[in-house]
């Protein structure tokens, strides 16, 4: 019947949410694990990410530009978790005809320097920084909720690099994700948060 049709979708959906979240969480308290530094070409990385999200970025037309991407010291599955999260985000947070991710590099004497920027619905100044913490997340209606976890686990990443990570945005102007890694990487023994 069309009431347990729409039952039947409110479970669906509030299942697919407490997945998204278990997930999440999992993958975020995985991060206290020893975790195995080593040379990352983030070309590579993000080669690898834009192959796991194909199908999104074929479905919305998605344009990304990329330069050149160094070899860096870390670990390359987080490191993908850090691309994956920002570009993914900069797509499903996008009412545009076309998405567009723009991937830029650059570095100073002492810092690698990664531009991650979007032309999507942009985040309000009162919650650039909340958008780091667990479970918030942009309250938009029409976009499939995930579980708030996505920017928490890549600033914890970027901590764990003693690395950095901003944010510049505007609303409906899109955001730029900076994030900056010491070239000379001592990594903390203990991410615990």
């Known amino acids: 019947s069309e009431k347990a049709t729409k039952f039947l979708t409110i479970v669906e959906r ?7 979240l278990i997930n999440g969480i999992l993958e975020y308290s995985r991060l206290d694990e020893n975790i195995a530094i080593e040379s990352v070409d983030l070309n590579e990385t993000v080669t690898q990410v834009l192959a796991f999200l194909e199908n999104t970025i074929n479905d919305r037309d998605v344009s990304i ?13 987080q490191m993908f978790q850090v691309f994956k999260n920002i570009i993914e985000n900069g797509i499903k947070y996008n009412k545009t005809k076309q998405p567009k991710i723009d991937i830029c590099y650059s570095s ?4 690698h320097v990664i531009e991650i920027s979007d032309n999507g619905i942009g985040i309000p100044k009162d919650y ?4 780091f913490e667990m479970f918030k997340q942009l309250k938009v209606s029409d976009v499939n909720k995930g579980a708030g976890l996505g920017l928490s ?7 764990s690099l003693e690395g950095d990570i901003s944010l510049e945005s505007e609303q409906e102007k899109g955001s730029k994700f ?10 903390k023994k203990d991410i615990h948060s």
């Open 108 to 111: 100073t004497k002492h810092e």
């Open 178 to 187: 900076i994030i900056k890694i010491p070239i000379q990487l001592m990594v």
């Open 14 to 20: 509030n299942t697919k949410q407490m997945h998204a």
């Open 153 to 159: 686990i890549v600033k914890k990443i970027v901590d």
């Open 128 to 131: 650039q920084v909340q958008v």
């Open 65 to 77: 530009t990329i330069n050149n991407l160094p070899v860096i010291k870390a670990n390359g599955i």
